[in-house]
């Protein structure tokens, strides 16, 4: 089991991106995945999920109206677009696999500074 | 949302101490709830799932136990290995809240 981030960056507050999970070893379409992110120096917060077929999806109330959780089985990919950036979304996200957690992105650096 | 209490939020301990680590739920949420490991510079582990159930791979010394709202992780003999920051989190409800974790240093 693979997962690897990419989209992460510096943006200024105000600003977009969208960030993309490549998934491998493990049947995708079959899965349920989250990101869960972590500021500089501080705990795990989880952000959002979405179901295997794409009909629930869930966000904290930190993110929600400002992020979509979104998702293509056939390219066994699940992305964050993250819209209304500000500092405190500056954080190590991760993308993770399923209901329990069990797999774990190494995780990509988002920076929101002007 | 349910919030997710872990004491302490440090402790010190000697390689081979049996340490116990508390994760208290603000309502009931069965056995749902799972620990993690995390060492610096890398993505949390997953030790165990629904309470107790030990994740794959994960040392036996390492064991959950609780349901409702008072949860423990033990590990039974401290290992080098094992000095980190540990968390839990709740899976009965949307969000998945995480606690604040707890961080085992070495005394």
């Known amino acids: 089991v693979q997962l690897v981030e990419s989209g992460g960056g510096l943006v200024r507050p105000g600003g977009s991106l969208r960030l993309s999970c490549a998934a491998s070893g493990f049947t995708f379409n079959s899965y349920s995945m989250n990101w869960v992110r972590q500021a500089p120096g501080k705990g795990l917060e989880w952000l959002s999920f979405i179901s295997s077929e794409t009909d629930d999806k869930q966000y904290a109330d930190s993110v929600k109206g400002r992020f979509t959780i979104s998702r293509d089985n056939a390219k066994n990919s699940v992305y964050l677009q993250m819209n209304s950036l500000r500092a405190e979304d500056t954080a190590v996200y991760y993308c993770?696999?399923?209901?329990?957690?069990?797999?774990w992105g190494q995780g990509v650096l988002v920076s929101v500074s002007s | 949302a349910i919030q997710l209490t872990q004491s302490p939020s440090s402790l010190s301990a000697f390689v081979g101490d049996r340490v116990t680590l508390t994760c208290r739920a603000s309502q009931g949420i069965y056995t749902a709830l799972a620990w993690y490991q995390q060492k610096p510079g890398k993505p949390p582990k997953l030790l165990i799932f629904e309470s107790s159930n030990l994740n794959t791979g994960v040392p036996s010394r390492f064991s959950g136990s609780g349901s409702g709202t008072d949860f423990t992780l033990t590990i039974s003999s401290l290992q080098p290995e094992d000095f980190a920051t540990y968390y839990c989190q709740q899976f009965n409800s949307f969000p998945r809240n995480f606690g604040r974790g707890t961080n085992i240093e070495m005394k």
């Open positions: 993770v696999r399923g209901g329990i957690f069990d797999y």
